[in-house]
């Protein structure tokens, strides 16, 4: 199956993420695009939601209207925690989703993902799934939360960022090739500490301000 990466080059999220990357931009603007970036790239990682259609009555007659047709709803899971930024954002267009969450925190050193949280709707096999974390840097957390996910056997699963590195990308697409990427842009390279370049530096901190 080919690999799959949706780069979504629309010129509003363009446009925010161009000020998330600026080093003056402050924390609550920080959070606050990308909440709204989080809501645009929902709109198009869903574009492909199959619609079934349902007779309504409308105040002058009835039609036959579209509807989202999974049977359960949706399910967006957080990898911890800069994940909720994103989150954040989805939520406000589909408020209706299911969410879980995967706390996983990069070893300094030698940059492995260690899992230290993961709670999902019980459900889930029933459930499509979207993962998501605004930085696919080295790929390892990605693939951890996704070997995970596949543990528990969700009707399917896409992952979103906001940026990727090509580094990351190769890696998580080497261990799971069926799982499509949606990002906002993909940057140049990593940095010796696994960073991406240009980058917007360390997502979680910018977000929360713990830096
Ligand atoms: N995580 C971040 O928050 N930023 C990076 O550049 C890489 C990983």
């Not at 007779?55 to 007659?61: A, G, M, Q, S, V």
């Not at 957080?78 to 879980?100: F, K, T």
């Amino acid at each position: 199956m080919a690999a799959e990466v949706n780069v979504i080059d629309h010129p509003l999220i363009q446009h925010k993420l161009t000020l998330m990357r600026q080093t003056q931009t402050s924390t609550a603007k920080f959070r606050n695009l990308l909440k709204e970036i989080g809501m645009l790239l929902a709109y198009e990682v869903t574009r492909d939601l199959p619609l079934k259609y349902e007779e309504i009555k409308t105040p002058l007659t009835t039609m036959l209207a579209p509807m989202i047709a999974a049977e359960k709803k949706m399910v967006i899971i957080s990898i911890m925690r800069a994940g909720q930024g994103i989150l954040d954002g989805i939520l406000e267009l589909i408020p209706s989703a299911r969410v879980g969450h995967i706390g996983l925190y990069r070893e300094p050193t030698t940059q492995v993902a260690i899992e230290y949280y993961f709670k999902v709707p019980h459900d889930i096999e029933h459930r499509d799934v979207l993962v998501v974390d605004p930085m696919l840097a080295t790929g390892n957390s990605a693939v951890a939360a996704i070997d995970r996910l596949k543990e528990v056997s969700p009707l399917s699963i896409k992952v979103l960022c906001l940026l990727a590195a090509p580094e990351g990308i190769a890696h998580f697409h080497e261990q799971h090739p069926d799982v499509p990427i949606y990002t906002a842009a993909i940057d140049n390279c990593l940095d010796e500490h696994g960073y991406i370049l240009p980058g917007l530096g360390d997502a979680g901190d910018r977000l929360y301000g713990t830096k």
